[in-house]
């Protein structure tokens, strides 16, 4: 099956830095992308959809200038945390979208730790 | 929006036995997919098993199935000789067949296989 990789695994970053998560898509292409939030032992909150060569849709009460989204080739989408807070510490997943319409593959997640 | 409602946060089987996990949804669409996730304390997110709206056969994988009641708007995932590895967080979702890219999550049932 697709293979949808994200690099990396864990990070931990201090309190006012940025920090970048890729996800890559190894052996199909993905026109879309998604970014999700994931809290320990709750259910994953959809971020912001990307879709190849253009801007980033986000969900509502997901700021947009924090979390920038980048997605500029067919096999790869960036999302970098701004002036990250301790409060952004979560584990981050994203998806890539099959050619058929119901196809959604997840990455293995990225833990962002903020001290 | 549509939701997806998981009203069982935890649930136990003893190892062999059977268990059924239940999720109910609201849409006023007719064409859509329902998909049972899988996520195991890796955190990486498994497709078990998916059923579009407008088969009325219930799928099944392996030991997997499903009990789709359309009108009910019920989506109920069944594991049958449960094995150990089958502990994980267990996430149903829906996506549209018509409208959009979001996949709409459930909040999760922790399984928990007794030895």
């Known amino acids: 099956g697709a293979v949808v990789s994200q690099h990396p695994s864990w990070v931990i970053c201090k309190s006012g830095t940025s920090v970048k998560i890729e996800c890559r898509s190894l052996?199909?292409?993905?026109?879309?992308m998604f970014w999700y939030r994931q809290f320990p032992k709750q259910s994953l909150m959809l971020m912001a959809t990307?879709?190849?060569?253009?801007?980033?849709?986000?969900e509502q009460g997901v700021e947009k200038d924090k979390f920038l989204i980048n997605h500029a080739s067919l096999t790869l989408s960036t999302l970098t945390v701004t002036s990250a807070h301790p409060e952004d510490s979560s584990f981050y997943i994203c998806s890539a979208r099959g050619l058929l319409v119901y196809e959604q593959y997840f990455g293995p997640g990225t833990r962002l730790t903020v001290t | 929006a549509q939701t997806v409602t998981q009203s069982q946060p935890e649930m136990s089987v003893q190892e062999a036995e059977t268990v059924t996990l239940s999720c109910t949804y609201d849409?006023?669409?007719?064409?859509?997919?329902l998909f049972w996730y899988k996520q195991p304390p890796s955190r990486q997110m498994i497709l078990v098993i998916r059923q579009e709206a407008y088969k009325q056969q219930n799928a099944t994988e392996n030991r997997f199935s499903v009990n789709f009641q359309k009108a009910a708007k019920s989506f109920s995932l069944k594991i049958s000789d449960s094995q150990l590895g089958d502990a994980a967080m267990y996430f149903c979702?829906?996506?549209?067949?018509?409208?959009?890219?979001?996949?709409?999550f459930g909040t999760g049932t922790s399984l928990t296989v007794i030895p």
């Open positions: 979702a829906y996506r549209s067949a018509i409208t959009g890219n979001q996949f709409y």
């Open positions: 052996d199909f292409q993905a026109t879309t």
């Open positions: 990307s879709n190849e060569g253009s801007k980033a849709t986000y």
């Open positions: 849409t006023s669409e007719s064409d859509y997919y």
